[in-house]
């Protein structure tokens, strides 16, 4: 699976759009990105994935790039409760997801 | 819909003693199931995976062992822990075919001392 690099940890204003990058340029033309995090003391919680084209739903949306060597997990109004260490994760279908360090994303009023 | 159970939350055992973890998922036949573990302030390991019963894939050598004795049940063993056996152990279950989309257990918080 191909190695992702994100941000130790970032800061967000409660209200405002958290937009978490993730770096993967060695991602090969069959592998997903994913998307969990993990609160506190809790199991990590499915967001989102994609191949190429951007998607939405509920939680969050997710930009990638039009040569899928980066994406954006975008939480558009975060709350308090968003705050968590966020999970990028390149991987081949099939395979178990390996993951890495995340993002601490923290949310304040 | 479909449930996973993973029990005890939390868990003191000596150096020495023997593991046992017991992870079952409700609602759904043939999942394919995982246990990580995190260590203090580390990211999540994953230890073992399995397709199916009896079918057992083990990531990383180590004092651990896993079993799948029913469809919908996934056991973590040890005959001796070690200290570095310390962690948040978790279960998750592949809620996809077509996807890597796990749902995670609420975890064991092991403590070996």
């Known amino acids: 699976d191909a190695k992702t690099t994100q941000p130790t940890s970032m800061d967000c204003a409660e209200g405002r759009a958290a937009n978490l990058p993730c770096n993967h340029s060695?991602?090969?033309?069959?592998?997903?990105v994913y998307w969990y995090r993990q609160i506190h003391s809790q199991g990590p919680q499915y967001i989102i994935h994609g191949l190429k084209n951007n998607e939405t739903n509920e939680m969050a949306s997710l930009i990638i790039t039009e040569d899928r060597k980066s994406s954006t997990l975008i939480l558009p109004h975060a709350t308090l409760r968003d705050t968590a260490v966020y999970y990028c994760?390149?991987?081949?279908?099939?395979?178990?997801?390996?993951f890495g360090k995340g993002t601490t994303l923290s949310v304040s009023s | 819909s479909q449930t996973i159970h993973q029990w005890p939350a939390t868990l003191v055992q000596p150096v020495g003693s023997p593991l046992s973890l017991e992870c079952t998922v409700e609602g759904t036949s043939n999942p394919n199931l995982y246990w990580y573990r995190q260590a203090a302030g580390r990211g999540l390991q994953l230890l073992f995976y399995?397709?199916?019963?009896?079918?057992i894939s083990s990531e990383v050598p180590q004092n651990l062992s896993a079993s799948r004795p029913q469809d919908r049940q996934f056991i973590l063993s040890s005959k001796k822990l070690l200290l570095s056996d310390s962690g948040f152990y978790l279960c998750a279950w592949k809620g996809d075919r077509f996807s890597e989309k796990l749902f995670f257990g609420s975890g064991t918080q092991l403590s070996v001392l």
């Open positions: 060695t991602i090969s033309g069959n592998e997903y």
């Open positions: 994760i390149a991987n081949q279908a099939g395979t178990a997801l390996i």
């Open positions: 399995s397709v199916g019963i009896g079918q």
